[in-house]
């Protein structure tokens, strides 16, 4: 069983960045691979980044290509997700999971574990 805490979320205006961490606990990170997604209120869990197991294949949302980063350290046990140019629209809940595996997943089903989300607020 792995669990997940993620760290990082707060309050930023309009163009200013934020640097989600995931912490890995009870399971070897480097068996998985991971990804962030956020729930905006009223709205489904969506993709916002994945990357592979070994952390060379990464995946981004449309929405947030050129402004996010996803990266992981496997001797750390942690993902993190670099978010820069933060706008209102990325206001949401955002969550890390974990997909036993090698390859990237994007789909919010194909996750095996969460962690409890943290929430990010960007103030226009």
């Known amino acids: 069983q792995v669990q997940l805490v993620e760290f990082g979320g707060g309050l930023v205006q309009a163009g200013g960045s934020l640097r989600l961490s995931c912490v890995a606990s009870g399971g070897t990170s480097s068996s998985y691979a991971m990804g962030w997604f956020r729930q905006a209120p009223g709205k489904e869990r969506e993709i916002v980044a994945a990357?592979?197991?070994?952390?060379?294949?990464?995946y981004y949302a449309d929405s947030v290509k050129g402004r996010f980063t996803i990266s992981r350290d496997n001797a750390k046990n942690t993902g993190s997700l670099q978010m820069n140019s933060l706008n209102a629209e990325d206001t949401a809940v955002y969550y890390c999971g974990a997909k036993q595996g090698p390859y990237v997943r994007v789909g919010v089903n194909e996750y095996d574990y969460w962690g409890q989300g943290t929430q990010v607020t960007v103030s226009s």
């Open positions: 990357i592979s197991r070994t952390g060379i294949t990464t």
